[in-house]
């Protein structure tokens, strides 16, 4: 099955700066990798997608790409706010089947003043 | 739309015991996931419902859980004899019904402790 491998596990930055947080997958059948963001106590909330026919993807602040051929995708967060401080997943599936995601481990980003 | 909701939000237990959670999707969504988060990882996928058929379990589902999804619409899971080990966040999300759309819409969670 997928194995979805997510680093670093924390990310601490100061306001404004840019986060990356990086994420490798195993299976070369996924296609669909959408990032999530959750906050404490609650349930993840999708903050930005994207699709193997696509390497890269930007909405405002958030940007993802693709590397479908080492199978690594990542997350950039560009003009980072406290209201970014989060816990972030990547996930992957496959489109047309049953599309369970399978989630990394997570990364907690901290941004400070 | 309001969303995917889940009831309840929260539910202590003492090991043994039965518990039983509910999840609405959002409307018009034909898919519904339910997984399972433990604290400091990621969600796991537990079992997928489309309309009111379950297609896939994980070995996750053990045979003292199970799910339903009566005329397609609200699903619940319910855990029998419930054991320490299950204390975790149970989450359901939602996905609509047009191919090739695979965006999962999360609820809040049911977080559950057993005592």
């Known amino acids: 099955g997928e194995n979805v491998e997510q680093h670093p596990s924390t990310l601490s930055v100061q306001e404004g700066d840019s986060a990356v947080i990086k994420c490798t997958y195993s299976d070369s059948a996924s296609n669909y990798f959408p990032w999530y963001k959750q906050e404490l106590g609650k349930g993840p909330q999708l903050i930005i997608d994207i699709r193997s026919n696509v390497g890269e993807k930007k909405d405002q602040r958030i940007a993802v790409t693709l590397n479908k051929t080492a199978k690594h995708f990542s997350l950039h967060i560009t003009e980072t706010q406290p209201e970014d401080s989060a816990v972030y997943f990547c996930?992957?599936?496959?489109?047309?089947?049953?599309?369970?995601?399978?989630f990394g481990t997570g990364t907690r980003l901290q941004v400070t003043l | 739309d309001t969303g995917v909701s889940q009831d309840p939000r929260h539910k202590i237990t003492k090991r043994g015991q039965n518990v039983t959670f509910r999840c609405d999707p959002i409307?018009?969504?034909?898919?519904l996931y339910w997984y399972r988060q433990t604290l400091g990882q990621g969600p796991e996928f537990l079992t997928y419902?489309?309309?009111?058929?379950?297609?896939?379990k994980s070995r996750l589902l053990s045979d003292r859980f199970s799910a339903e999804r009566p005329k397609g619409s609200f699903s619940t899971l319910e855990i029998q004899r419930t054991e320490q080990g299950d204390s975790a966040m149970y989450l359901c999300?939602?996905?609509?019904?047009?191919?090739?759309?695979?965006?999962?819409?999360f609820g809040p969670g049911t977080r559950l402790l057993v005592l």
């Open positions: 419902f489309q309309n009111e058929a379950q297609l896939e």
């Open positions: 996930a992957a599936s496959r489109i047309g089947t049953a599309s369970k995601l399978t």
């Open positions: 409307s018009e969504h034909n898919r």
């Open positions: 999300a939602s996905s609509p019904r047009a191919s090739g759309i695979e965006t999962q819409y």
